[in-house]
Nanobody, 114 residues
């Protein structure tokens, strides 16, 4: 059974920052490539950042240079530091493996607005 619990979202002004956290209970977490996904209203869910078990990272072009993904295997937790937030970053953010497990968490809402 996989459980993913995202937190840290909220309302922030353009240019602001947020740090998202994802607590995962999944066997083999430390070996899995983990990712942060987001889904904006009316759009498909997209992968915005991923991190391998060797801490290699990849980012979507839309967030490169602004977002940083990290992980703490001892805590089975994945983080997403988001700086320079833009209104287009508004979405529900989810964490999951890459490729994803069948189960998804509830996500955390990020709203960027003045």
């Amino acid at each position: 059974q996989v459980q993913l619990v995202e937190s840290g979202g909220g309302l922030v002004q353009p240019g602001g920052s947020l740090r998202l956290s994802c607590a995962a209970s999944a066997r083999g977490f430390r070996f899995a490539t983990m990712g942060w996904y987001r889904q904006a209203p009316g759009k498909q869910r997209e992968l915005v950042a991923s991190i391998t078990n060797t801490v290699r990272t990849k980012y979507a072009d839309s967030v490169k240079g602004r977002f940083t993904i990290s992980r703490d295997n001892a805590k089975s937790t994945v983080y997403l530091q988001m700086n320079g937030l833009k209104p287009l970053d508004t979405a529900v953010y989810y964490c999951n493996a890459d490729p994803p497990f069948t189960e998804w968490g509830q996500g955390t809402q990020v709203t960027v607005s003045s």
